[in-house]
């Protein structure tokens, strides 16, 4: 076989449609890697090397026919395990959904097919993607590849840890407060949120009969988790566009993905560096490793740098209230009620609240009010740089540290930095910005204007070139 493992998907497309390899023997090592290593890290939850090995097969029978294949050609990939795959288990971390098979595919994982690509399993998930790491009520806790004690972020956990592990150069996620974003950042990988509406949402969020998924509508995104930006970008053109089973689908036909990925000079960019929203506690090493990722902006790229903060109060209760208001409570609640003893405690208790008509609706005030700081801010900068997240990845089994700069803090507020562009629906990416001492990774967040997701996708390139981080490996997956 003429390419590794370590190659991105980019490559390994290039080499199936030269014939250098075919898919099959891609499917093969990336279903020896899962054997290698996924009884160490948990990434899987349901593998499908028949489901892989199957499509590969097509693959290999259309490219002997002479036939056009798409562009991720023999591309192993994960699915995260909020995603619907007809006719594969979709548990989504729950109980409830143990048994769970959905009849259809999820829109992005049509779209991943039809362009080629070859699914290998489904990535494990926190109970319903309610929380930022990687453990659930009904399966093994997903581990990170740079330190197996620590969790790999969530809830694209297994996606997260699948792709950092090079089991396969590709995944799909989900973000709904930050939970494509979250792994990249624990995971030292690319994850992009494009703009709200850019990629469409069907089954998942939309089908009134999984009460546990079916949420988060206009919170939720899907988005791709990568080792490089080009491959990001190639996930992009290939799952983005409208479809009409989401309502909230936008024609995507003015961004030209791939070619927004190539480096280009980003010399007189406007750019905004928020170390911590002016509120929030966060870690020093993270302020150092963002703050030399910063200083790259300014001194490598030519970028005119500010710090600065949009403005807002922390909008972490109206965030939850938004959850809410946008769940299938009466459903959730019926499922509590038969299975909440071996349920997740936190979602039991944030189901079971007596949420009142007045804080739904405050909620989304609070929303308004912070979606118009920020296309106010916006409008003096390309781009606006933060932490992906307050603090380096920590231990299992928690959902998060309760105490962040000296400061005691709530168990969540470590996510700080994303869930905010959920409520605003910008476009933010989080990509490599190095290490803490303890070789941990660290991610720097950037974000765009209002559907300006090219200038993320420019910056990121931008910045990868100037601090190339792909050789970067694990040892474990060395």
Known sequence: MSISWKDDATAMAEAVRSKQVSATELAKAAIGRVEALDSRLHAFCTPTPEVAMAEAAAVDRAIAAGQSVGPLAGVPYGIKDLICTKDVRTMSGAVAFADFVPDEDDVVVERMRDAGAVAIGKTNVPEFGYSGVGHNPIGETTRNPWNPERTPGG????????????????????????????????????????SMGRVPLYPGTKDERYPGVSSWESLEHIGPMTRTVRDAALMLSVIAGPDD????????????????????????????????????????????????????????????????????????????????????????????????GRMTPHIVDFINRPWTAEELTTANVVRKAVANKMWRFMRNYDILLTPTLAVPPFA???????????????????????????????????????????????????????????????????????????????????
């Open 155 to 194: 809830s694209s956990a297994g996606s997260g840890a699948a792709v950092a592990a090079g089991m396969c150069p590709l995944a799909l996620g989900s973000d709904g407060g930050g939970s494509v974003r979250i792994p990249a950042s624990f995971c030292g990988l690319v994850g992009v949120k494009a």
């Open 245 to 340: 089973r989401d309502r909230r689908t936008i024609p995507c036909n003015d961004i030209d993905w791939l070619d927004a990925a190539k480096p280009r000079s980003l010399k007189g960019l406007r750019v905004a560096y928020s170390a911590d929203w002016g509120y929030a506690a966060v870690d020093p090493e993270v302020r150092r490793v963002v703050g030399e990722a910063v200083r790259v902006f300014e001194r490598d790229l030519g970028c005119i740098v500010e710090e600065a903060h949009p403005g807002w109060e922390d909008p972490y209760g109206a965030f939850w209230g938004v959850v809410a208001a946008e769940s299938d409570l009466k459903g959730l609640r019926e499922i509590t009620a038969r299975h909440g």
């Open 396 to 478: 299992l089994h928690i959902q998060g540290l309760e105490k962040i700069e000296g400061r005691m803090v709530a168990p969540f507020q470590w996510l700080a930095f994303t869930f905010p562009l959920n409520l605003t629906g910008n476009p933010a990416a989080s990509v490599p910005a190095g290490f803490t001492a303890e070789g941990l990774p660290v991610g720097l967040q950037i974000v765009g204007r209002h559907l300006d997701d090219a200038a993320v996708l420019r910056a990121a390139a931008a910045f990868e070139a100037a601090k190339p981080w792909a050789k970067a490996w694990p040892s474990m997956a060395a």
